[in-house]
């Protein structure tokens, strides 16, 4: 049984940082595109950032390229989404995703991942 388990989400201001984790159990995450999703009340779900099987190719949404940075530890089944100069537009549910498939790039579409976590909340303050 696969199972991805966020963490690290919290309160913080306008303009600080957040390291937001996944671990994945059941499943090795080598061969797996992992992803970072958030999900603001009365929106829909968005790509965030993707990281392919090395971690050699990423990808990010506008809105945050520049501001976060995902990477990922293989040897700890982890992937870590971290996010600096926080703006209130920020505020979600955060979201991790992993996708095993041929490829080892990333991939921006929700139906490209097998497994997702519950979320950890995200609110960025004024």
């Known amino acids: 049984q696969v199972q991805l388990v966020e963490s690290g989400g919290g309160l913080v201001q306008a303009g600080g940082s957040l390291r937001l984790s996944c671990v994945v159990s059941?499943?090795?995450?080598?061969?797996?595109?992992m992803g970072w999703f958030r999900q603001a009340p009365g929106k829909e779900r968005e790509f965030v950032a993707g990281?392919?099987?090395?971690?050699?190719?990423?990808g990010y949404a506008d809105s945050v390229k520049g501001r976060f940075s995902i990477y990922r530890d293989n040897g700890k089944n982890t992937v870590y989404l971290q996010m600096n100069s926080l703006k209130p537009e920020d505020t979600a549910l955060y979201y991790c995703?992993?996708?095993?498939?041929?490829?080892?790039?990333?991939?921006?579409?929700?139906?490209?991942?097998?497994?997702w976590g519950q979320g950890t909340q995200v609110t960025v303050s004024s």
């Open positions: 995703a992993g996708g095993w498939r041929e490829s080892a790039g990333y991939y921006r579409l929700p139906r490209s991942y097998d497994y």
């Open positions: 059941g499943r090795a995450t080598s061969r797996a595109a």
């Open positions: 990281i392919g099987w090395s971690g050699g190719s990423t």
